[in-house]
């Protein structure tokens, strides 16, 4: 019995690949593709010409040789002959031919469900690799051979809508504050600008292997900057909090890039306020700090 996998193209007739008879129970399952209005055809067609070929036997030796016997055994088992065909058990026990994506009369599979176990065979028999299988198996080889800067930046390239796992899994405490070839972007600097949701959580885990948050780029820009320029409010009280970076104290607000500009300028100039104010009640405690030595120097 052959069978179908799902054609995506819009019309009527789906594409499936169904099981092969007589296989092996030891072998892999073998699948042949075709079109399923083709197979029911084809079914159907089969069922017809098996019934009409041992009606006529059946009739034809009981009319030349008087067989009774013959008849009453055809008679007898023409019911259990049909129970057995599945189109017959689809259209009397199964609802009719409606919703056969989901009944797989034939034990059918689609595309997307075969998997390495199973063997998809041409005609003769020869096995074939469906288009897809091929695509997904030079993806994984592609992804294999990238190295740690293309994932890199691979993940920048993506924006707030990125997986952050790939970089996370490649990540050590050797090539945690990598530089990359060309504008020396390290993985702090890129999930500090990031934007995903998985970024904040994945530069606390970035600070356990070592991450420096003070190293700048070819621009001259830190961590803190990345954020502040591409609005990444969480990133900045994560760069700037006592519990994590402790940014304060490092000084990362302070640093003034190739053009001069600090992190709380470039948030003001691109009108991300929301991290201009992370910046400054972050910096609140050091002026404060700051006024009260002055004072005591005055008072002296």
């Known amino acids: 019995m052959s069978g ?8 009527r007739t789906s594409r499936r690949i169904a099981p092969q008879p007589f296989a092996d129970p030891n072998a892999s399952k073998q699948y042949t593709e075709k079109i399923l209005r083709d197979q029911l055809t084809s079914t159907a067609w089969g069922l017809i010409r098996s019934t009409l070929f041992g009606v006529c036997m059946t009739v034809g030796l009981h009319i030349w040789k008087g067989m009774i016997v013959g008849l009453a055994i055809q008679s007898a088992m ?3 002959n049909l ?10 026990l199964g609802g009719g031919l409606t919703n056969l994506k989901e009944k797989k009369i034939f034990d059918e599979k689609y595309r997307e469900e075969i998997t390495a176990a199973d ?34 930046l ?16 490649m990540l050590t405490k050797k090539n945690i504050n990598y530089a990359t070839s060309d504008n020396g972007w390290t993985p702090i600097m890129i999930m500090s600008g990031l ?11 970035m600070k356990d292997l070592g991450a420096n948050p003070e190293k700048v780029d070819k621009e001259g820009w830190n ?3 990345w954020a502040a320029f591409h609005g990444s409010a969480d990133a900045a009280k994560v760069l700037l909090s006592k519990t994590d970076y402790d940014g304060i104290a490092l000084g990362l607000h302070k ?6 500009k600090t992190a709380i300028t470039h948030a003001k100039a691109e009108g991300n306020n929301d991290v201009a104010k992370v910046i400054e009640e972050a910096e609140l405690p050091e002026l404060d700090e700051g006024a009260a030595g002055e004072g005591l120097r005055k008072r002296k």
């Open 223 to 225: 961590a803190l900057h």
């Open 195 to 205: 934007g995903a949701k998985s970024a904040i959580g994945a530069m606390r885990q």
């Open 78 to 80: 023409c019911p259990f």
């Open 255 to 260: 640093v003034a890039d190739k053009e001069g």
């Open 4 to 11: 179908p996998l799902v054609d995506d193209r819009p019309r």
């Open 83 to 92: 129970a057995e065909n599945a189109l017959v058990k689809a259209i009397f």
């Open 119 to 152: 063997d998809v065979v041409d005609g003769e028999g020869n096995k074939i690799v469906l288009k897809k299988q091929a695509a997904v198996k030079e993806t994984k080889k592609k992804e294999e051979a990238k190295s740690f800067e293309d994932v890199l």
């Open 154 to 169: 691979d993940t920048w390239d993506l924006g707030a809508d990125a997986d952050v796992k790939p970089v996370m899994k």
